[in-house]
């Protein structure tokens, strides 16, 4: 067989052998519910077996062998995921033909994904408001050093070196220093808080002591600059004849 007849036979029996649905918020939050892939993985097989409403008498055989388990293993799974509230199993039930057979209840998993979507949601909420409180705050402190209202763009701009990690107390420092040396120019803010990002600075004490080294480096080239400065007397000043 040719290798792209091979090919595209392997394609359309894999893409439509069938699939399963797992919902993105269980694949990205599972291991804050403290379950590992291993039961992950028997989740989703969980949840394709009972999708597919597939006689589920067998059912721990014909998983087991899928994920290349012991029927022993299989039942540490289950009984651990059980144990948690996450499944449900009940095994008293009978088929058409009176065997034993299994159903499974998601629903403890349900309730679980359900609460911890809540925390999320409400941290979310929590860190928008938060959030917009600071921006107005430090709208206020640009407004009130400034002496005038900040525009759209302004406004943006502080925006942007927030999202940058620009802490709010190194963003006021910089806006007050601009402010001291008489420049309002936000491009100006934006270099001292460049200027200050390559230096690894990232606090007020930081800053404080970054120019008090400066100042000790001027103190001390001036002070050699004095040093080795010419006295103005001649060599002879001190012969008398």
Known sequence: MPANNFYEGFSQALFFSGSVSVPSFLLDN????????????LIIHII????????NMDLPKRISKKMGLSLMDFNALLEGLE??????????LKNKDGQQDYC????????????????????????????KERDNKLIAIFEEELGRP???????????????????E???????????????NFRYLD?????????????????????QYFQAKQARKIERSTRNKPSGKSKYDDIYL
């Open 30 to 41: 599972y291991h804050k519910l403290n379950i590992s892939d291993r039961e992950m993985m």
């Open 48 to 55: 394709h077996e009972v999708s597919e409403n597939r006689n």
């Open 83 to 92: 144990n948690r509230g996450l499944i449900t199993i009940k095994t008293d």
């Open 104 to 131: 499974f209840d998601l629903s403890g998993l349900i309730d679980q994904l359900i609460e911890l979507w809540g925390i999320e949601r409400f941290r979310q909420i929590d860190k928008a408001e938060n959030k």
């Open 150 to 168: 900040l525009t759209a763009f302004e406004c943006e701009h502080i925006e942007k070196w927030l999202s940058a990690s620009y802490s709010e």
């Open 170 to 184: 190194l963003i006021i420092e910089a806006l007050r220093r601009g402010v001291s040396a008489g420049i309002r």
């Open 191 to 211: 270099s001292i808080l460049r200027e200050w990002e390559k230096k690894g600075i990232r606090t007020k004490m930081e800053i404080e002591a970054e120019d």
